[in-house]
Nanobody, 120 residues
Framework: QVQLKESGGGLVKAGGSLRLSCVASGQAGSRYNMGWFRQAPGKQREFVAGISWNGANLDYADSVKGRFIISRDEAENTIHMQMNSLNPGDTARYYC?????????????YGPGTLVTVSS
């Protein structure tokens, strides 16, 4: 059983930055493709960014390209997402997930999520 835990959400003004992190725990020795989805009030959950198990492949939603950067720690199933130039449209609950690295994938595991609120 894989468990995911996010951290780093909060309230920020438009133009500001936040850094989200996620730790995955599961089978010892396993490395996972991981990433982020988000869900805004009244909207469907959507892909934000993904990173392969070895960090070689990255993908982003068009809406966050050039503003968000996904990365992972070398030795752990820990990923981060640096979010810059935030705008109110980025307000959502952000969910860490396995194993999607692109928008064409349906996640198998989600964390409980962390709330990001961007004020204008």
């Amino acid at each position: 059983q894989v468990q995911l835990k996010e951290s780093g959400g909060g309230l920020v003004k438009a133009g500001g930055s936040l850094r989200l992190s996620c730790v995955a725990s599961g089978q010892a020795g396993s490395r996972y493709n991981m990433g982020w989805f988000r869900q805004a009030p009244g909207k469907q959950r959507e892909f934000v960014a993904g990173i392969s198990w070895n960090g070689a492949n990255l993908d982003y939603a068009d809406s966050v390209k050039g503003r968000f950067i996904i990365s992972r720690d070398e030795a752990e199933n820990t990923i981060h997402m640096q979010m810059n130039s935030l705008n109110p449209g980025d307000t959502a609950r952000y969910y860490c997930q396995i194993p999607c690295t692109n928008s064409r994938c349906l996640p198998t595991y989600y964390g409980p999520g962390t709330l990001v609120t961007v004020s204008s």
